[in-house]
């Protein structure tokens, strides 16, 4: 589970990056791995009788919250109208 919602979270942070989206990308990452993965990795860790797999298991909520909202956020912007930008002269004008 670890990899999947990793793995969609990384691919979905680099599309926003590659078309210059770099703030929500940081929101998100803040948010979900500070606001929601720690304290439940905390809680499940020490508070519960999963141990060390509850530390996992908040790592999972955290990636997993990271993963769905950036994907929504590159869905959302994909549904617009894309400009190619051109590089060819010096201005790098829009197309």
């Known amino acids: ?3 999947v919602f990793d793995g969609i979270q990384a691919v979905a942070a680099g599309v926003l990056r590659g ?3 770099t703030r929500a990308p940081m ?3 803040l948010a979900g791995y500070w606001l929601i993965g720690l304290p439940v990795s905390l809680y499940l860790g020490f508070r519960t009788a999963i141990g060390p797999t509850g530390l996992w298991w ?5 990636l997993s919250s990271v993963a769905l909202f950036l994907s929504l956020r590159v869905s959302a912007l994909f549904r617009g109208e894309l ?3 051109n ?3 010096e201005r790098g004008t829009v197309a």
């Open 58 to 62: 908040g790592f999972v909520a955290g």
């Open 87 to 89: 590089v060819d002269d």
């Open 27 to 29: 929101a998100a990452m």
């Open 83 to 85: 400009r190619r930008f």
């Open 19 to 21: 078309i210059g989206d």
């Open 1 to 3: 589970m670890f990899q």
